[in-house]
């Protein structure tokens, strides 16, 4: 079976992205078994690795200098770049060229600076692509959370659910969790109120928004529970019965899976026409370049990637 060829997304080059990148190819690094392409600067990736000590290394298309860079300083030429490096893996992964594509961190000021009007990965992955469908999945070992509303204010979540969004992000992650683990997956939907609501006492949406999406989703054949109260949802004796669980905002699902899986967690975005998998984490301006970026996340980024390519 042919070896999938990934295309790796270098992030903000002011942040610990280049840094992760050469650590793909030191002795260190696992057999990833996929071939790696770094999209991002040659002139970068020297000064880190002068900068950390890391050697060189790797397949690279390279973009050129990025102007005005200063280590872990937010600019608009960090987030041009960094938005040139993922709009155009994508486009070569759609051309074919590529099989899957696994990023690093973007910044979303920087991105904001440069004038991109999405706030991050996974809205110009959706747009670029023409995904009908999408769904942002953090997964680890420890916990998979997919949510149904991303990077949108606490004060608009409620008025942003709907049965209709609810119940797709339930399809696309039993389809990606059955995928995975070669069974029909299990899953927990979570309540958006204290208490999942106490039958109405504390807010109408698990009645009117969340229950009729479960309703559907199980006249489909797929095995869940809910919706259960956040606050209990995630205790040890439950997760062991759940593969995933369907979280209805931001960090909901990310604190749990953060406390829990920092360092290995994965960013899968689900529904699209590509395989794309990122680190779970963001630019860590605080460490840029000093040689002391965790890989972790990254490396599980391009084995699940690898895994997810395989037909």
């Not at 990736?45 to 890391?54: C, E, F, Y």
């Not at 280590?71 to 893996?89: F, N, R, V």
């Not at 696994?102 to 959706?126: D, M, N, R, W």
């Not at 994965?266 to 529904?271: A, D, E, H």
């Amino acid at each position: 079976m042919p070896r999938p060829r990934l295309a790796i997304t270098m992030g903000d080059p002011a942040g610990i992205g280049p840094e992760l990148c050469l650590r793909l190819f030191t002795e260190d690094a696992p057999d990833f078994d996929a071939d790696l392409t770094i999209f991002g600067s040659d002139k970068v990736l020297n000064d880190v690795s002068l900068a950390t000590g890391l050697p060189l290394g790797g397949d690279l298309l390279d973009f050129g200098p990025v102007a005005d860079l200063i280590p872990a300083e937010i600019s608009k030429h960090t987030g041009e770049a960094a938005y040139h490096y993922l709009t155009d893996a994508i486009d070569a992964t759609l051309a074919g060229h590529f099989d899957g594509i696994v990023t690093c961190p973007l910044h979303k000021e920087a991105l904001s600076l440069a004038g991109v009007t999405h706030p991050g990965h996974t809205e110009i992955l959706v747009e670029r692509t023409g995904a009908e469908r999408h769904a942002m999945m953090l997964t680890s070992s420890e916990l998979t959370c997919s949510l149904v509303t991303t990077h949108c204010p606490l004060s608009e979540v409620a008025t942003s659910l709907t049965t209709e969004r609810i119940l797709e992000v339930i399809e696309l992650t039993a389809e990606a969790m059955t995928r995975l683990h070669g069974r029909p997956a299990k899953l927990a939907v979570l309540g958006l109120n204290p208490h999942a609501g106490e039958n109405g006492m504390f807010g109408p949406e698990e009645k009117t928004i969340i229950q009729p999406a479960i309703d559907a989703a199980t006249k489909k054949g797929i095995e869940l529970t809910g919706p259960l109260p956040a606050d209990t949802a995630f205790l040890p004796a439950i997760r062991k019965t759940v593969d995933a669980y369907i979280c209805m905002y931001h960090d909901q699902g990310l604190i749990p899976l953060k406390t829990l899986a920092f360092e290995t967690g994965v960013n899968v975005t689900l529904g699209l026409p590509i395989v794309r998998t990122s680190v779970d984490h963001g630019t860590a301006l605080d460490i840029a370049w000093d040689a002391i970026a965790d890989p972790t996340s990254l490396y599980q980024a391009v084995h699940l990637a690898a895994k997810l390519c395989q037909p």
